[in-house]
T-cell receptor, first 115, second 113 residues
Framework: SQQGEEDPQALSIQEGENATMNCSYK?????LQWYRQNSGRGLVHLIL?????REKHSGRLRVTLDTSKKSSSLLITASRAADTASYFC???????????????FGKGTLLTVNP | NAGVTQTPKFQVLKTGQSMTLQCAQD?????MYWYRQDPGMGLRLIYY???????DKGEVPNGYNVSRLNKREFSLRLESAAPSQTSVYFC????????????FGSGTRLTVV
């Protein structure tokens, strides 16, 4: 079963606009990660946020985590056509105070940035 | 530094045939994973190896077997391929869990006819 669920399933914006994607999950986590997948390629790790962190930045990416609501958001500012890709959240579910040593992925958000 | 290398990139099998998907990483990573990706389903974990010498089932292990040959290599075997195993298969590895993200291979696109 999917631990993370992204919303929306698809998002189309104009270059220069901001893009926000959301992820909801079901169980307690150690950390949550975001990945990008360009069409026909493997996934690329973008950012990891731990359960005791609320916000994290990396370049034009901003990730927030609300463990009380079991949700996260990924904000891409000043989007570019090259940001066109699918974005996935993945969770490291907590197990007996430790890790399951595996990530569970959501179904992804397809972001299209129009030039 | 090649990262995670998967072979082959494309394969067509007939129902009932067997094959092994190969995965190798040159980053001295401890844990390795096999996922499958189907349209609308995201990535689903087939098997993983948290450390050399161990393997565990993931969400969808039926019809597959794995071998952690050494620290570098983690292979996925389909003993008797079925059309339901048509998918894109990704291998991933990670140095230590909890501090880093996965490094993914470029995938194997498998069609079973």
């Amino acid at each position: 079963s999917q631990q993370g669920e992204e919303d929306p399933q698809a998002l189309s914006i104009q270059e220069g606009e901001n893009a926000t994607m959301n992820c909801s999950y079901k169980t307690s986590i150690n950390n949550l990660q975001w990945y990008r997948q360009n069409s026909g390629r493997g996934l690329v790790h973008l950012i990891l946020i731990r359960s005791n962190e609320r916000e994290k930045h990396s370049g034009r990416l901003r990730v927030t985590l609300d463990t009380s609501k079991k949700s996260s958001s990924l904000l891409i500012t000043a989007s570019r056509a090259a940001d066109t890709a699918s974005y996935f959240c993945a969770t490291d579910a907590e197990k007996s105070g430790g890790s399951n040593y595996k990530l569970t992925f959501g179904k992804g958000t397809l972001l299209t940035v129009n030039p | 530094n090649a990262g995670v290398t998967q072979t082959p990139k494309f394969q067509v099998l007939k129902t009932g045939q067997s094959m092994t998907l190969q995965c190798a990483q040159d980053m001295n990573h401890n844990s390795m994973y096999w996922y499958r990706q189907d349209p609308g389903m995201g990535l689903r974990l087939i098997y993983y190896s948290a450390s050399e010498g161990t393997t565990d089932k993931g969400e969808v292990p039926n019809g597959y077997n794995v071998s952690r040959l050494n620290k570098r290599e983690f292979s996925l075997r389909l003993e008797s391929a079925a059309p339901s195993q048509t998918s894109v298969y990704f291998c991933a590895s990670i140095l230590t869990f909890g501090n880093y993200g996965y490094t993914f291979g470029s995938g194997t696109r498998l069609t079973v006819v």
